[in-house]
């Protein structure tokens, strides 16, 4: 069966970095995005961005450039968000989502299998 | 602000309909970007609920159902039950942001 698997929770004072990883299991690895959506406390979810496994290629959300790294590592069939310049509107639940299959339009699927969440406090 | 725009809350008793109504613009909806529902319960990850305005996936009770036209999309729950005491999601894609991929605020359904 289809599984993403988070990292842990982490604790990151202001002005540092979190990398949060994402292994998935049950499919193919290279045959399907995956995108990357935080839920800060008591709020809704918001999208930060997608990575192409097969590629590596990544699309980050115009509010997190020059903040925000996503990679992959097709031997682990991992993906990982690396969030830099941490501040307290960082904290929230990092989750990610399987997005649809390369080969159709990236507008197209919806997030049909979720991690379950990686918790992200910044606090000094 | 989400480019989505669902109400806070709606709530019904056991056994009752209620419905979740979805608005987006001509850059989402109204282009004809499908539109999906996720169900969140507490302390839980999304779980996708509707797919591509109107299909439900495998497990999913056929008392949910969704439509999407022009710019509008709703969910139906029927035979409301306890369990589905939750947050309801719509989201889409947006041809004008980025991301691209856009949520609504989320909807609070309270069981009375």
């Known amino acids: 069966q289809v599984q993403l698997v988070q990292s842990g929770a982490e604790v990151r004072k202001p002005g540092a970095s979190v990398k949060v990883s994402c292994k998935s299991s049950g499919y193919t690895f290279t045959d399907y995005y995956i995108l990357w959506v935080r839920q800060a406390p008591g709020q809704g979810l918001e999208c930060l961005g997608r990575?192409?496994?097969?590629?590596?290629?990544?699309k980050t959300a115009q509010k997190f450039q020059g903040r925000v790294t996503m990679t992959r590592d097709t031997s682990l069939n991992t993906v990982y968000l690396e969030l830099n310049s941490l501040t307290s509107d960082d904290t929230a639940v990092y989750f990610c989502?399987?997005?649809?299959?390369?080969?159709?339009?990236?507008?197209?699927?919806?997030?049909?299998?979720w991690g379950q969440g990686t918790l992200v406090t910044v606090s000094s | 602000q989400s480019v989505l725009t669902q109400p806070p809350s709606v709530s019904g008793a056991p056994g009752q309909r209620v419905t979740i109504s979805c608005t987006g613009s001509?850059?989402?909806?109204?282009?004809?970007?499908?539109v999906h529902w996720y169900q969140q319960l507490p302390g839980t990850a999304p779980k996708l609920l509707i797919y591509?305005?109107?299909n439900r996936p495998s497990g999913v009770p056929d008392r949910f159902s969704a439509s999407k036209s022009g710019t509008s999309a709703s969910l139906a729950i029927t035979g409301l039950q306890a369990e589905d005491e939750a947050v309801y999601y719509c989201?889409?894609?947006?041809?004008?942001?980025?991301?691209?991929?856009?949520f609504g605020g989320g909807t609070k359904l309270t069981v009375l």
């Open positions: 990575i192409n496994p097969n590629s590596g290629g990544t």
């Open positions: 001509r850059y989402n909806l109204g282009t004809g970007f499908d």
């Open positions: 989502a399987r997005g649809i299959q390369l080969w159709f339009l990236e507008s197209q699927g919806s997030f049909d299998y």
């Open positions: 591509d305005n109107d």
């Open positions: 989201q889409s894609y947006d041809s004008s942001l980025s991301p691209n991929w856009v």
